[in-house]
């Protein structure tokens, strides 16, 4: 049974992708993580020989840290934090129990760099409908939880990416945009090797709303008609990432653990 200040990678990965997960703190060796640099989605690296100049960072968050195999760096990094006012938990068998229990993997390959606030840089065109707020989602749930997005106006999207060093997606041309028949969506969760059952079902919902082919999936009416709703209720864009940031976990959330419940009435007789 794992102690009251551990997390096994079973009950963690019920955690991530969930708007309350858990910050991720990936403290391994240079040379372990050169052995396989991929890492759990929305994990960030941090030197634990440094551990007092960035334990502040991480105040009124709960946090899980991971080495290696959960041992020696993963428990004095969490107990430090935990004196800092941390809430600290360390990952049960580190890095190689999550990698041996087959738990989703974040590949580095095509990861954007990060700019001076430490979080990764986004631009896209203005006016968000599907692609564009399923994107952020994904981005913010599994890979950099702090990324910031840019809504810019069509024309100026690549010019506004070369001069604040922003990334560009779905965008006609780039390297994040639509290959043949899958959208956006479809090519991250591809590039990063984010794949799960909950995540390709979700994904064949967002094609389906975003490229009109709603034959493929029942849902992608629904989620069509959300989004076309929440696109006429804000004109801010960012506002009405937020409020699509909720649509989408609820999306998620079924797609993962509610597929199988009906909702029928009437319920029952009354008695």
Request: with cysteine; hydrophobic share 45%; net charge neutral.
């Amino acid at each position: 049974m794992p102690a009251a200040t551990s997390i096994t990678p079973a009950r963690l990965s019920r955690r991530i992708g969930l708007p309350d997960a858990p910050s991720l703190i990936d403290v391994r060796t240079p040379e372990d993580f050169a052995a396989d640099p991929r890492s759990l989605p929305g994990a960030t690296r941090q030197d634990f020989t440094k551990v007092t100049a960035w334990a502040n960072e991480f105040i009124g968050r709960k946090t899980v840290i991971l080495c290696q195999r959960g041992l020696k760096l993963s428990e004095g990094t969490a107990a430090w934090l935990r004196h800092a006012g941390v809430a600290a938990e360390t990952l049960v068998g580190g890095f190689e129990a999550w990698r041996d229990s087959g738990g989703l993997l974040l590949r580095p390959d095509h990861l954007p760099p990060h700019e001076a606030t430490g979080h990764s840089l986004w631009v896209t065109r203005a006016r968000p409908k599907v692609d564009r707020i399923a994107c952020p989602w994904l981005i913010r749930r599994f890979i950099d939880p702090g990324a910031v997005f840019l809504f810019v106006a069509p024309a100026e999207t690549l010019a506004v990416a070369d001069r604040f060093g922003a990334t560009p997606f779905d965008v006609d041309g780039t390297f994040w945009s639509h290959r043949g028949e899958r959208c956006t969506f479809d090519v991250m969760l591809e590039e990063f090797g984010l794949r799960s059952p909950a995540l390709d079902r979700l994904a064949l919902i967002v094609r389906a709303a975003d490229t009109a082919r709603l034959d493929l999936a029942p849902e992608a009416a629904g989620l069509l008609a959300a989004s076309l709703g929440l696109s006429h209720m804000y004109r801010d864009d960012l506002v009405q990432l937020e409020a699509g940031m909720g649509l989408y976990d609820a999306f998620y959330r079924w797609a993962r653990d509610a597929t199988a419940e009906t909702h029928n009435w009437p319920a029952g007789k009354a008695v």
